[in-house]
């Protein structure tokens, strides 16, 4: 049964997001390079604010926020996630993608309907990558019953649903269900837009890490399909 759900979700209430929000809310602000926000901004297409700061230091300030809390249950990442999506800057998305993918393993097939409004919402490469590959992904991997999900999110009609569905299986390697990729693949290769094309590429060019001879066989067969683009990023690191 399908756990994919569409609308506005409620958000629960839990002491430890109240107490990272606090937190984050005083630590971050607190280290912004207005200069370098605008830079980021710009940078991102202009998908959301930023507060300037560098991907190390951000990490490095989580670390300060995080001290001394303790490990979340399902309850405080969907708390945690919703709260941090509703705050502009998009620092604080990159804190609850990085504090999601560190606990998704923590979490039910009933956690999939936060990760699409995630995926849905404010949506630009820099998180919806990271989600599919690290909160998606392990998802699936651990409850085989969400593949019904992605079968739906492929043929979605918001390109970033569909973007997750082509990437959530990029970490996968021998595990990867090269049937379902492939047929993925093909579903959307008559797709306009650049991140679908980028995205079959690259998972195609993950799978043949594992299996180029597949990947060969695939393209020898289908390739005519696909976009010069797909194509390219696929071979890239196995050749024709």
Excluded at 62 to 86: F, S
């Amino acid at each position: 049964m399908s756990v994919t759900g569409t609308g506005p979700l409620p958000v629960p209430g839990s002491a430890l997001a109240d107490t990272l929000l606090d937190r984050l809310t005083d630590v971050f602000p607190a280290a912004a390079d207005p200069v370098r926000a605008a830079t980021m901004r710009a940078y991102m297409k202009d998908v959301a604010p930023f507060l300037g700061l560098p991907a190390a230091e951000r990490r490095a300030l989580a670390r300060t926020v995080l001290r001394g809390t303790p490990r979340p249950n399902e309850t405080d990442l969907t708390a945690l996630a919703l709260r941090c999506w509703r705050l502009p800057e998009r620092e604080y998305h990159y804190f609850a993608v990085d504090f999601l993918s560190r606990h998704a393993g923590r979490c039910s097939p009933g956690f999939l309907p936060v990760v699409r409004h995630l995926v849905a919402t404010v949506s630009w490469w820099d998180t919806v990558d990271a989600l599919a590959a690290h909160v998606v992904g392990p998802l699936v991997a651990a409850h085989p019953a969400l593949t019904a999900d992605m079968d739906a999110w492929i043929a979605d009609d918001d390109l970033w649903i569909a973007r997750t569905a082509l990437l959530h299986q990029l970490r996968y390697g021998q595990r990867t269900d090269a049937d379902r990729l492939f047929a993925y693949c093909l579903l959307r290769c008559g797709h306009p837009d650049f991140f679908i094309r980028k995205a079959i590429g690259w998972a195609l060019r993950e799978y043949a890490k594992t299996d180029p001879e597949a990947v060969r066989a695939f393209l020898a067969r289908e390739g005519g399909r696909f976009a010069p683009l797909s194509v390219r990023e696929a071979l890239k690191n196995i050749g024709r």
